[in-house]
């Protein structure tokens, strides 16, 4: 044992090659995504080219953090500082971001822009890691569901007030299935799923706009407004179904190519996979994405300190909940919130999030066993 820390401490790059299953999938689903992307038939304007760039630097992020001293994450200074500085960005986007399709979610620099929801959903697995990984003995008491959901929720109604229904319900999930772990009491649980019952009850009536009320409502019955509504939803289906077993070919899919299914390098690429890979390419991706959720939980299960468990399994519920909202919204089991799938949708600060992701993981998969212990009392709250 002795040996064996000692080896990864003189040898990083030995240390971080064990955690290669993560890099390589991650690659993998990227490819496949960009596969998706470029119309192969037509010769028309992609947007591959763009996303294999991003691809890159994501790669670089990737080794940059894995390779990287991150024992600061574990310190409260560093977490308190990051929810802040999280807060700050979201609440200015609501002030100075133009809208875009009725919402305030980017920033606009020049040729690029940056989505802050995106740096937010690491620095609130990192803040909840850090919450629970001192407390989770203690989660049989209310106070500290109650307290950290308050700050979960401030990032939450935030992202929610964007309006991003997709991405507020991911935080939700993840918040959720930490506190899952963490060893919360049934009695607690049915509390909070009650009080739940009743937030979405008000989200519904005061807090949803009435375009977002008209997706849901045209999720239960999409043909009652097919040409409307539910066509993205309908047009998602078809494009599904039709791939059958083997697909129409990479490149060849024409729900997708010719412009039937709206969006489909980005909120509806599982559904452009899945018509030109067919029933199979979806064995492959699930197959892939079951991979590496199972090595994080791996990681999770083996780390050397509880902040670096529920970091890795935040990780792994935020990468669950974006494949299961993604691939059910494309399968019309959920209603259209315009949500990613990881590492395949096009975009740049969603890919190079979920990349830096997975190099944190392995960085302090590498350095977990030397990690310094805190005391309990140094968070906020506790």
Known sequence: MNLERKASSTNPFSAV???????????????????????????????AVRQSIWLLIAIG??????????????????IVAGYA?????????????????GAKSWFSLGAFSFQPADLAK??????????????????????????????????????????????????????L?????????????????????????????????????TRIVAFINPAADIRGAGYNAYQAVVAVGSGEVFGKGIGYGTQSKLRFLPEYETDFIFAAFAEEWGFIGVGIVLTLYGLLLTRLLSIARHAGTNFDAFFTLGVAILFTSHLFIHAGINLGLLPVTGTTIPFMSYGGSHLVMEFAALGIVASLARQGRSAPRTSPKEFPGG
Do not use: C, N
């Open 17 to 47: 090659m064990r955690e290669w299953p993560l890099l390589l999938i991650g690659i993998a689903l990227s490819v496949l995504g960009i596969l998706t992307m470029h119309p192969f038939a037509t010769g028309s304007e992609t947007l």
């Open 61 to 78: 992020v990737y080794a940059t953090l894995a390779f990287s001293d991150l024992h600061f994450m574990r310190r409260t200074p560093s």
């Open 85 to 101: 500085v999280v807060v700050v960005l979201l609440g200015m986007l609501l002030i100075f971001a133009h809208s875009v399709q």
């Open 122 to 175: 690491l620095v609130f697995i990192a803040f909840l890691a850090k919450y629970f990984s001192r407390r989770h003995v203690e989660m049989k008491h209310p106070r500290h569901v109650l307290i950290s959901g308050a700050y979960a929720a401030v990032i939450i109604l935030l992202v929610l007030v964007q309006p991003d229904l997709g991405t507020a319900a991911i935080l939700g999930s993840v918040w």
């Open 177 to 213: 299935g930490l506190i899952l772990v963490s060893g919360i009491s049934k009695k607690h649980l049915a509390i909070m799923f009650v009080l739940g019952a009743v937030a979405v009850t008000g989200l519904w009536f005061f807090g949803l706009h009435d375009y977002q009320r």
